[in-house]
């Protein structure tokens, strides 16, 4: 039987986890959250069984639960809290299989470097129009060129409930046009 990557991540971190078992289809171990001592509350050594922590396989993707602190999250999330360096490795291994990025449940090498500060964005790279760019030294700057004209300002209607309501707004709006239409005939003098 194939392990999945995340199996083989377990099993490695298991070597170093307290109390680390594996059941039946899950593995059961101390909880780093709320056991980090490794005592109970009236301070004995925790026992096997007394382990809360839990990672199990759920709809195609790794999880973890503590039945004791409630704590619950994806396992990519619980390698990047709890071992960080080895979370990078997982997420590269990831990437290199192509399971990470949109829609999965494990971001891309890219996202989690440039997340991490280990990788700079690329800056953006502007290339000017040829209306925009700069004279050469000594030419004479072009005029400036009036903005075409645009079309005409949209009103959106408020939601509308019956044919009256509707009518009675479009006759303010045909007004207004109106209005609008005739100041601007007397501005240019028709």
């Keep these: 039987m194939n392990k999945s990557i995340e199996e083989s991540f377990i099993e490695y971190i298991g070597s170093s986890t307290p109390l680390f078992e594996k059941k039946t289809v899950a593995y059961r171990f101390q909880c780093p959250y ?14 096997p069984s007394g382990a ?6 759920y709809a195609n993707a790794w999880n973890y639960k503590c039945h004791k602190c409630d704590t619950h999250q994806s396992f990519e999330r619980f390698l990047k809290e709890q071992y960080p360096l080895l979370h990078v490795s997982y997420v590269h291994l990831r990437d290199q299989l192509g ?3 949109f829609q999965t449940n494990c971001p891309s090498l890219e996202t989690l470097l ?51 309501q509707q009518a009675g707004h479009q006759s303010r709006l045909n007004h207004q046009v109106k209005q609008r239409q005739q100041q601007r005939r007397l501005r240019e003098g028709w």
């Design 114 to 164: 440039k997340q991490q500060g280990m990788l700079r964005p690329r800056p953006p790279v502007f290339v000017p129009s040829e209306h925009q760019q700069r004279p050469k030294r000594g030419a004479t700057a072009a005029p400036h060129m009036p903005s075409a004209p645009t079309g005409p300002k949209v009103t959106k209607l408020p939601s509308m409930h019956s044919p009256q």
């Design 34 to 47: 709320c056991q980090s001592s490794g005592k109970t509350k009236t301070g004995k050594p925790l026992s």
């Design 99 to 101: 399971t990470t990025g």
């Design 52 to 57: 809360k922590g839990y990672l199990y396989p």
